[in-house]
């Protein structure tokens, strides 16, 4: 999962998510033509020269492509490794309404076991941490800590290596010191959870936010600025014994995510590797390109190997603007 030069990609929108960014384009979302989107990302060729592992929704996990191989089984023959979404998504807290919890913890060993069945070989669950007047609470970051560190914990008995994903969400007015201020802190609350769970960080994936400035803050940092910022933080956060490191982008565009990532690893080498777990940062062109129309193929596969090829040359520090 942690190949030099290779990443993650996030195809684990939900229904209700992959029909919003279908319709924003004018195409239907069905259980056929979600199908035949997922298909056409997952064959495409040379995918594997840049992609370690893909993180599939329940829905996707399930399906098949039109000749009748299981998803997983086509991504295990390509040599990429089936991942698998196992929260159910981010709820209001108890007692703080304006931020989150994630849920999903009950009954998730059941799951995990039927996941691993059905060929998962990796999971990942999302915290979200939000910024804004107040926020967040120390009883918000601490809450979802302790849900990210028994989810990791259950995965890894269960037999799936646990994407651990604390995110701090770039909606706000807040600059860089802001968000490097508390994704600092929500490291440091899960790594104390995951220690009291006994959770194995040598078989685990981090999978952060960049320090980035907020989308509303009057002045955005550079991306050498984000670089700095975001490897400061996470030498003093992240332990060493962490195999890898798989951004998530966050809402950035895909040239800013690619921009960043390649800066970072500039500034190496780390203890870690650092990669990337994009999704609508890999995707976006692809979608936009494909338009739900079977002609239309091979130009959405063009463009989701040149945008993992672009993160493949980031993640070594070797990628600039000539090669998108």
């Known amino acids: 999962m942690v190949a030099p030069g290779k990443g993650i990609l996030a195809a684990d929108e939900s229904s209700g998510t992959i029909t919003k960014r279908f319709e924003a384009i004018g195409i239907e979302s069905t259980f056929d033509s979600r199908r035949d989107y997922r298909q056409a990302l997952l064959t495409t060729p040379g995918l594997e020269e840049f992609i370690s592992g893909v993180i599939l929704y329940d829905e996707t996990i399930r399906q098949s492509t ?36 994630t849920e999903g913890l009950d009954g998730l060993p059941k799951r995990v076991a039927e996941y691993v069945s059905l060929g998962a070989k990796f999971a990942k669950w999302r915290a979200v941490i939000t910024i804004g007047d107040g926020i967040p609470t120390d009883y918000c970051i601490q809450a979802n800590a302790a849900a990210l560190a028994r989810y990791a914990s259950i995965c890894q008995e269960g037999g799936l290596v646990p994407i651990v994903e604390p995110e701090v969400l770039m909606d706000w007015e807040n600059d860089v010191d802001r968000c490097a201020e508390v994704t600092k802190k929500a490291h440091e609350a899960v790594f104390a959870a995951l220690d009291l769970h006994r959770v194995a960080l040598d078989g685990i994936i981090l999978k952060p936010n960049m320090a980035i400035s907020g989308k509303k803050s009057a ?13 400061k933080l996470l030498t003093s956060t992240v332990p060493e014994s962490v195999p890898g490191i798989a951004f998530l982008s966050g ?23 650092l990669s990337f777990s994009y999704g609508r940062a890999l995707q976006d062109d692809a979608l936009n390109a494909w338009k739900g129309e079977a002609s239309n193929v091979e130009a959405a596969q063009a463009a989701l190997y040149g ?4 993160n493949s040359l980031a993640s070594k520090g070797e990628y600039t603007p000539q090669q998108a």
């Not at 945008?307 to 672009?310: F, G």
């Open 251 to 273: 809402g950035q565009s895909a040239d800013v995510a690619t921009a960043h990532l390649n800066a970072m690893n500039k500034l190496g080498p780390h203890p870690w590797q």
């Open 66 to 101: 039109a000749d009748g191989v299981a998803f997983p089984k086509l991504l295990e023959g390509l040599g990429i490794m089936p991942g698998i979404k196992v929260d159910t998504g981010a709820m209001p807290l108890p007692g703080s309404p304006d931020e989150k919890i």
């Open 307 to 310: 945008r993992s090829k672009d």
């Open 219 to 231: 002045t955005q940092a550079s991306v050498d600025e984000v670089a700095a910022a975001t490897v």
